[in-house]
């Protein structure tokens, strides 16, 4: 048989295909929750308003141009979107990029703003930009907890919230590595986080074994969203169907979709998120784009 030493197999191409459907799932996630926030009922439409898609963008910008995670440089990228005056930013978020501009380090800006809440912020707002840390280290996870970690501590500096962000990263990798057969995916995912590995491995097991409508989607806390997110990624036999039921629940909507659809999306390729979920999303083309040269140097 002859052959191409150069030729792109089968199996890459559906790897790719993994790879962007969490970037690109993420996205539509996010647009569908926003879209949801206030209904009765999950909206078929979905909104291009949302700040988890622009930090993405952001850490992307950073990964592509320096090929590593850089922690000052992506800071700066937070940074220089949050002076654009974005319309939609969590509290804590905002309380940390503050302390950022204001001239603190990126390592102690969110956890002077978790000091400030009586460190009784343990938010999911970091989750929504930690999928393409997954990404960065699909080939070799050495430094993927390292790197996630920090990623989460510019605005999210609880034990919580950061060990929430490694396991989200592990379970990504894993998910593009092995797509529907990534079973080991969610166990190694729950053995991955950091000092609170206790705590998050019990809200990944719980939604593992659970449906959706089973799980209260809190507000805004991050074992909450890990509960559901698992549970939708364990349960749903297509991306809509999933995300679709965690945004169903409620809570925070916005990043329940945008969680689900990274891991469904890592899981089931960007081929499965609906169009119409995309079209309206401006910054998706330049996520694609950012997605592909990523790809392309791993």
């Not at 199996?11 to 790879?19: S, V």
Request: proline share 3%; with cysteine; charged share 25%.
């Amino acid at each position: 048989m002859k052959k191409y030493p150069n030729a792109v197999t089968v199996t890459q191409l559906q790897e790719k295909d993994r790879f962007l459907g969490a970037l690109l799932g993420a996205a539509a996630g996010e647009a569908l929750g926003v879209a949801a926030e206030g209904e009765s009922e999950v909206p078929r439409e979905v909104v291009d308003s949302a700040d988890g898609t622009e930090l993405s963008l952001a850490l992307l910008r950073s990964l592509v141009a320096r090929r590593r995670f850089e922690l000052s440089d992506v800071a700066q990228g937070y940074l220089r979107w949050y002076q654009g005056n974005p319309r939609r930013i969590g509290a804590l978020t905002r309380a940390a990029l503050d302390n950022l501009r204001a001239g603190e380090a990126p390592e102690q800006s969110g956890a002077l703003a978790w000091e400030d809440s009586g460190r009784a912020a343990a938010g999911n707002g970091s989750l929504k930009r930690s999928a393409a840390l997954g990404l960065l280290h699909v080939r070799n996870l050495e430094g993927l907890g390292e790197d996630a970690a920090a990623n989460s501590r510019i605005t999210h500096s609880d034990p919580r919230s950061v060990g929430g962000c490694i396991a989200l990263a592990t379970a990504v990798a894993l998910l593009v590595r092995a797509g529907k057969d990534g079973e080991e995916a969610v166990s190694r995912a729950a053995s991955a986080g950091g000092e609170t590995s206790d705590e998050v491995r019990a809200a990944i097991e719980r939604g593992a074994s659970k449906r959706p409508e089973q799980i209260d989607p809190g507000k805004g806390f991050v074992l909450s969203t890990l509960e559901l997110v698992f549970s939708a990624l364990c349960s749903a036999a297509t991306f809509e169907q999933g995300v679709a039921a965690a945004v169903a629940r409620g809570g925070d909507a916005a990043a329940n979709g945008a969680v689900a659809g990274a891991l469904l999306g890592a899981k089931l390729g960007k081929g499965q998120v609906p169009e119409r979920w995309l079209k309206p999303i401006k910054a998706a083309p330049e996520l694609a784009s950012l997605g592909e040269q990523l790809y392309k140097q791993l």
